[in-house]
């Protein structure tokens, strides 16, 4: 796949470096790197980083950078791993490591050596697992040589991964309760509203109950016998005796 992207002129894009710079297996990565190389030289304007230039074993150019007033490189784990890995012969990497130690300092040199050996042992062992290979001993010869630390684990970034997303889940667990005891809180008041309104509505269907409206209860009234009163009773004697 990547040499049909070579051939067919494919630029070399800043993410290409990135997922080279992942690759432990010696023969594989050395492969890619002879295929991209014709691609990056042909490109004046593509900016490689200083890890690339010191894999590659080009003294000049590490030294150039490495002076640049105009632009403070850093010099990390990442151009550490890449000393290590480095193509030049013998002298040229001595040259090399003469020039970053002088950049750093004796401490942080070997400080950052030991820590790109072991960067390089975890990830040779990695990748030897997930794409079921042997394990290349010269990868963890040399990475143990340079000082990597063999008990180093990935299981720890993986765990506290984990635990973050096991907290996040629970956030969401939380927030979807609160959510729903929001819901039905609105929907209690809601009923409570609806009760409130059917005791003072005219239109409620509480008058099907036992209570009449008024005007039926007026009209039911007007068949029954008027109660005499004192003075209807006085008005009757008179008549009869006129």
């Not at 180093?152 to 927030?175: H, S």
């Amino acid at each position: 796949g990547v040499e049909a992207l070579c051939q067919s002129g494919a630029r070399v894009a800043p993410d290409i470096f990135e997922e080279l710079k992942g690759i432990s297996g010696t023969k594989a990565r050395h492969q890619i790197e002879d295929l991209l190389q014709p691609l990056i030289d042909r490109d004046k304007r593509l900016r490689c980083p200083l890890w690339m230039w010191v894999q590659a074993g080009s003294v000049t150019a590490v030294e150039a950078l490495l002076r640049n007033a105009a632009h403070d490189e850093e010099v990390d784990v990442d151009v550490f791993v890449a000393l290590q890995r480095c193509r030049g012969d013998e002298e040229i990497q001595q040259q090399i490591a003469s020039r970053m130690r002088e950049h750093v300092g004796n401490e942080e040199f070997e400080r950052l050596q030991a820590a790109a050996a072991t960067r390089r042992l975890l990830l040779e062992l990695r990748e030897s697992y997930s794409e079921e290979r042997d394990i290349d001993l010269d990868i963890v010869h040399g990475a143990l040589g340079c000082g990597a630390n063999p008990n180093a684990r990935e299981e720890m970034l993986e765990e506290d991964a984990d635990v973050d997303g096991d907290e996040d889940d629970e956030e969401g667990v939380d927030d979807a309760d609160e959510e729903d005891e929001d819901a039905d809180g609105d929907d209690d008041e809601d009923d409570k509203g609806e009760e409130d309104g059917a005791e003072v509505s005219p239109d409620s269907s509480c008058y099907d109950g036992e209570e009449e409206p008024e005007e039926e209860m007026a009209g039911s009234r007007e068949g029954l016998p008027r109660p005499s009163t004192p003075g209807d009773g006085e008005a009757v004697d008179s008549s009869e005796e006129s």
